[in-house]
């Protein structure tokens, strides 16, 4: 059985009790009492309370503020690494130059106390080649491919959802998602990429036919896949 919510499915019953379990149990035992008996007076301003408290905004920053205090890891997130991702308006993975590499159905995200970001256990790195402004994008797309196992859209898609798990030292530079390359409609191959701007995780896509940019790091996994169990 699940909640519904203006006919819409929120929670499962058994998920909500779990919800509930944890939120009276983080509760500050020093809480003021005066404030508690209102509250539980008043269950409107309690809901109000609630919903204002609860915004996904403000979960993030509290989420990453505790990602980074020692002994704390945040959450985990299974993703589908073989799945159709997000396709850009006009773009297609068909034809030409097009490709999407599949990574596994199962692939565990996790955010360790150490800040950084790890799949099936293996730490995803933000490489650099040292020649890469030589390059343009294409060649910087086969040289890449040679001996890394590069994210393919999936993992964009996954964080530009759930952006607690984006890692910190991110906010420098660009991330490319290079395992998966969109096609334009007019034969122009395109790169997804996540970046940090006036204080917000944004993600474009680019051209790769340019040379390119010393600040655009290749998201890799540093290490073999595996499924998570």
């Excluded at 599949?102 to 933000?126: F, Q, V």
């Amino acid at each position: 059985m699940n909640v519904v919510v203006a006919g819409k499915k929120v929670l499962e019953l058994e998920d909500f009790a779990k919800f509930q379990e944890a939120l009276a149990a983080a509760l500050p035992r020093d809480l003021d009492p005066d404030l508690a008996l209102d509250l539980l007076q008043n269950k409107g301003a309690l809901g109000i309370l609630l919903q204002e408290a609860l915004t996904r905004e403000k979960l993030m920053h509290i989420l990453g503020m505790a990602g980074k205090r020692p002994g704390i890891r945040r959450r985990e997130l299974v993703i589908d690494g073989d799945a159709a991702p997000r396709l850009p308006d006009d773009m297609t993975l068909d034809g030409f130059g097009a490709e999407h590499r599949k990574m596994g159905a199962k692939i565990k995200l996790e955010m360790r106390a150490d800040g950084k970001l790890y799949a099936n256990g293996a730490p995803i790195e933000r490489v650099l080649l040292p020649h890469q402004e030589d390059l343009r994008g294409h060649r910087l797309r086969k040289e890449l491919a040679k001996d890394r196992c590069i994210l393919n859209a999936c993992f964009l898609d996954a964080l530009t959802t759930h952006q607690e798990f984006i890692p910190e030292e991110w906010k420098a530079g660009y991330t490319y998602f290079w395992g998966t390359i969109f096609r334009g409609p007019h034969g122009q191959l395109y790169v997804g990429c996540l970046f940090w701007m006036n204080g917000k995780w944004r993600w474009t896509y680019e051209y790769i036919g340019h040379r390119w940019s010393a600040r655009g790091h290749a998201a890799c996994i540093g290490g073999a896949v595996r499924t998570a169990a």
